[in-house]
């Protein structure tokens, strides 16, 4: 299989409420995509629903869901997934992520659980990516999770989400920042597990801030500056996959676009750095 083709490109920025008002008047430029979260967004109408339709005719989107939970003991909500259909369809947009977890069973469990690592799992996880797969008519993205805890492994996290993918035959969103988390947490080398990732699937890459609980604990939170290691791996993934779209995630603590801004176009310096290397290289 190829490289991974994408409707997106540059450096994007999760679109959130909060934001909505400061990006009122933004255009394709520095930013060159938005990501959404379609549950935030799918069922709402008046104004909010406006807003979202001025955004999407201006930009080209990514959407990064939340209660997908293809890990769930649960049946797989169909439902949801076809009105998810109708909600990409509607706005154009191609791309569709998850997160490599689970977060209902009998009802939601608002937090994202870690799923054994386990061929049984392996197994029930790609055939219910590849029903979503069908029903949405796209090819979907998985993310590599922050976990905490490994129930029942049998096989490490890596060998883990490249089996997912290959077994469902779908693509990778690649987070630099959980790597980096889990790394800490788990006491591996995120450059060796960067390394060992099937680069020909990666979608696109989110990169973000976590919490340092403590010294051999970090929480993955989206509420901070992305650190000088998690930038060394995103400089990483470039040299080792290629310019791939690379989204910054900030989902509390956000702070006045200007701020934020500061981090986009610090992708797309690295970006650029990286495409004069590619061409000079080729040249």
Request: with cysteine; charged share 25%; hydrophobic share 40%.
């Amino acid at each position: 299989m190829g490289n991974v083709t994408t409707a997106v490109q540059g450096a994007g920025l999760g679109l959130r409420r909060a934001l909505t008002g400061p990006l009122a008047d933004a255009t394709r430029g520095e930013i060159g995509f938005l990501e959404a979260t379609p549950e935030n967004w799918m069922d709402i109408g008046g104004s909010y629903a406006k807003t979202f339709r001025s955004f999407t005719e201006r930009f080209p989107f990514v959407t990064h869901g939340l209660s997908l939970s293809i890990g769930s003991p649960a049946p797989l909500d169909e439902d949801f997934v076809r009105r998810l259909k109708k909600f990409l369809d509607l706005h154009g947009i191609r791309d569709y992520t998850e997160h490599l977890t689970y977060c209902s069973d009998d009802g939601h469990l608002y937090d994202l659980m870690p799923i054994p690592f386990t061929e049984e799992a392996v197994d029930y996880v790609a055939k219910r990516v590849q029903r979503v797969q069908d029903i949405l008519e796209r090819r979907i993205a998985l993310e590599n999770a922050s976990y905490y805890a490994a129930p029942a492994q049998e096989m490490g996290e890596l060998e883990f989400i490249r089996a997912v993918l290959e077994r469902s035959d779908c693509d990778l969103l690649l987070d630099v920042n959980n790597i980096y988390v889990n790394s800490i947490n788990h006491r591996y080398d995120p450059v060796k597990f960067l390394d060992g990732l099937p680069g020909e699937r990666v979608r696109y890459i989110h990169v973000a801030g976590h919490y340092d609980e403590a010294e051999d604990l970090r929480v993955d939170t989206h509420g901070s500056d992305v650190i000088d290691p998690v930038w060394a791996l995103l400089d990483r993934a470039y040299e080792k996959f290629g310019v791939i779209p690379t989204l910054l995630e900030r989902d509390f603590n956000i702070p006045p676009l200007d701020e934020l801004m500061v981090e986009v176009r610090h992708i797309n310096a690295m970006q650029a750095r990286h495409q004069k290397r590619l061409l000079a290289a080729h040249g």
